[in-house]
T-cell receptor
Framework: QKEVEQDPGPLSVPEGAIVSLNCTYS??????FMWYRQYSRKGPELLMYTYSSGNKEDGRFTAQVDKSSKYISLFIRDSQPSDSATYLC?????????????FGTGTRLTIIP | NAGVTQTPKFQVLKTGQSMTLQCAQD?????MYWYRQDPGMGLRLIYY???????DKGEVPNGYNVSRLNKREFSLRLESAAPSQTSVYFCASSGETGYTDTQYFGPGTRLTVL
């Protein structure tokens, strides 16, 4: 069993819809949770970062962590065609500069104009 | 400020050939990483370097070697390439101790081994 599981999709939604992307993880020691966005033929870039349980909002994006169920979510409101990308969740045990990340496999998202 | 740069962008090798993938960062980061990305497998860590002069194995190190040449540069070497090493390779770096481990990725090297 992988430490972080993510539905690979693909997921297609119409422009303006609310998108929900999800991951589950198995290691209860994970405390830091990230979402990376990867455009086609590009490297991943950090989109959202949260610590422990709770919500974090940044514009149209909301990251949610439920440590009791080991569930990570990313919500995108008013989705735009420019949001079409692969979204990868990632976790780590600590936030020290050399801590390794454990990635999900990524969900490919397409927003249809 | 170029961030993380990788060379080459594309490469085709024959089985048994060797090559070195180059990575450099200009953000004064201590830690650097090499990943491979394959369909359905996600990003898998090959090797990482927590600081200049140190390297450690990640999840899939077999068939690879690395060199942390200085604080800026971290190279990945394939001594005898195999078709199973066909993949997209990403280099990443991350910053100061005590800060959240935001990893900054390069644009990737697409490698095909025939």
């Amino acid at each position: 069993q992988k430490e972080v599981e993510q539905d690979p999709g693909p997921l297609s939604v119409p422009e303006g819809a609310i998108v929900s992307l999800n991951c589950t993880y198995s290691n209860s020691a994970f405390q830091y949770f990230m979402w990376y966005r990867q455009y086609s033929r590009k490297g991943p870039e950090l989109l959202m970062y949260t610590y422990s349980s709770g919500n974090k909002e940044d514009g149209r994006f909301t990251a949610q962590v439920d440590k009791s169920s080991k569930y990570i979510s990313l919500f995108i409101r008013d989705s735009q065609p420019s949001d079409s990308a692969t979204y990868l969740c990632a976790t780590s045990i600590s936030n020290f500069g050399n801590e390794k990340l454990t990635f999900g496999t990524g969900t490919r998202l397409t927003i249809i104009p | 400020n170029a961030g993380v740069t990788q060379t080459p962008k594309f490469q085709v090798l024959k089985t048994g050939q060797s090559m070195t993938l180059q990575c450099a960062q200009d953000m004064n980061h201590n830690s650097m990483y090499w990943y491979r990305q394959d369909p359905g497998m996600g990003l898998r860590l090959i090797y990482y370097s927590a600081s200049e002069g140190t390297t450690d194995k990640g999840e899939v190190p077999n068939g690879y070697n690395v060199s942390r040449l200085n604080k800026r540069e971290f190279s990945l070497r394939l001594e005898s390439a195999a078709p199973s090493q066909t993949s997209v390779y990403f280099c990443a770096s991350s910053g100061e101790t005590g800060y959240t481990d935001t990893q900054y990725f390069g644009p990737g090297t697409r490698l095909t081994v025939l």
